[in-house]
């Protein structure tokens, strides 16, 4: 049988917006297709640059393995620069 959780307080309307807002700014960084997936998650951190969350982001392209980046930051406080610096080192 599948075990589910659930976050009890609900999804922080704040917190979703960031994930779409990076989503998107990921997706058009990295030129992705449809085909493409973007997932953005914070999770928490104990690293001192990162106050206590950090965001993480993969991307899933058809034939490739999965890629992981990591910005030591909040998703909402992470910037369209933050992406780039992150992504320079991603091959596209």
């Given at each position: 049988?599948?075990?589910?959780?659930?976050?009890?307080?609900?999804?922080?309307?704040?917190?979703?917006?960031?994930?779409?807002?990076?989503?998107?700014?990921?997706?058009?960084?990295?030129?992705?297709?449809?085909?493409?997936?973007?997932?953005?998650?914070?999770?928490?951190?104990?690293?001192?640059?990162?106050?206590?969350?950090?965001?993480?982001?993969?991307?899933?392209?058809?034939?490739?393995?999965?890629?992981?980046?990591?910005?030591?930051?909040?998703?909402?406080?992470?910037t369209d620069d933050d992406l780039r610096q992150a992504f320079?080192?991603?091959?596209?």
């Open positions: 049988m599948a075990r589910f959780f659930f976050n009890r307080r609900g999804q922080d309307p704040e917190t979703a917006d960031a994930s779409r807002r990076l989503s998107s700014a990921v997706r058009a960084l990295l030129a992705l297709t449809e085909d493409d997936g973007v997932t953005v998650s914070e999770i928490a951190c104990s690293h001192p640059e990162c106050g206590d969350a950090e965001t993480v982001v993969l991307i899933m392209r058809l034939g490739r393995p999965t890629e992981a980046v990591k910005v030591l930051k909040a998703m909402r406080l992470v320079a080192t991603v091959p596209t």
